[in-house]
């Protein structure tokens, strides 16, 4: 089973993000489109859960949560942080902007509909903080490596990885659309290639995570802003479409 789990946990993130999104709409009586307002409400938990999870696995394989990330305290290089954070912000704009406008046109606001301001001010710290220890620490702490050691494939180890990660993205939030599928897939791939090969290549976790952050307290903020100000998203939301 330790074998394959590498394999499956990846593909277990878009599956769970699917899951929660259909048993949120159900629940609350809402369709798809109406509960992707609570995407990153929906996505912390399912940050929380994926945590729980890594947590088990690495408890099972006798090793901390620690050692999966590979934290090492003063080990991590300033000037090498502020190159990724800014190379993360560039790429994940970029590539949101990019192919907003090769697919729709325009850059759709779906990511930041307003919602009560005290879970949005709560989700701008629970959000960022959720994310860095879920993603990064599944797709390149644990599968890229276990991966490059069941199989010796550097190729394999990086691509397998790199793909569900950009995949989980087309379903955050869940609208079984084609198009917004593909946009956020695409608009993801660029950034986690870049990242993919970057981790590779230094084996370091802590500025990849650090980058994330800024990404993630970034839209946290937004949601923020437009949940204390709606007007804000409908000026955003007129000018997109």
């Not at 192919?99 to 046109?105: D, R």
């Amino acid at each position: 089973m330790k074998k394959t789990w590498p394999f499956i946990i990846p593909l277990f993130r878009s599956v769970l993000f699917i899951m929660i999104g259909v048993l949120f709409a159900g629940l609350t009586g809402q369709t798809l489109e109406q509960s992707s307002r609570w995407w990153s409400i929906i996505c912390t938990v399912c940050n929380i859960i994926t945590i729980a999870l890594l947590m088990i696995i690495c408890k099972n394989e006798g090793i901390t949560y620690r050692e999966l990330i590979d934290y090492e305290k003063g080990k991590n290089q300033l000037k090498h942080t502020f190159l990724i954070v800014f190379l993360m912000l560039l790429l994940g704009i970029g590539g949101m902007y990019g192919f907003g406008f090769i697919l729709y046109g325009y850059v759709p606001a779906t990511m930041v509909q307003p919602i009560p301001v005290w879970l949005a001010a709560a989700n701008a710290i629970l959000l960022p903080f959720t994310i860095v220890f879920a993603e990064l620490p599944l797709y390149f702490g644990y599968s890229l490596n276990r991966i490059e050691k069941t199989t010796g494939n550097k190729t394999l180890s990086i691509l397998y990885p790199m793909f569900f990660y950009a995949l989980q993205h087309s379903f955050i939030p869940l609208l079984f659309d084609w198009k917004h599928i593909l946009f956020r897939f695409m608009s993801f791939l660029p950034l986690m290639c870049v990242l993919g090969f970057i981790y590779y290549r230094k084996k370091k976790l802590q500025p990849l995570m650090i980058g994330h952050a800024f990404l993630d307290i970034a839209t946290g903020t937004q949601i923020l802003m437009t949940s204390i100000n709606p007007a804000i998203f409908e000026l955003m939301n007129n000018y997109s479409s």
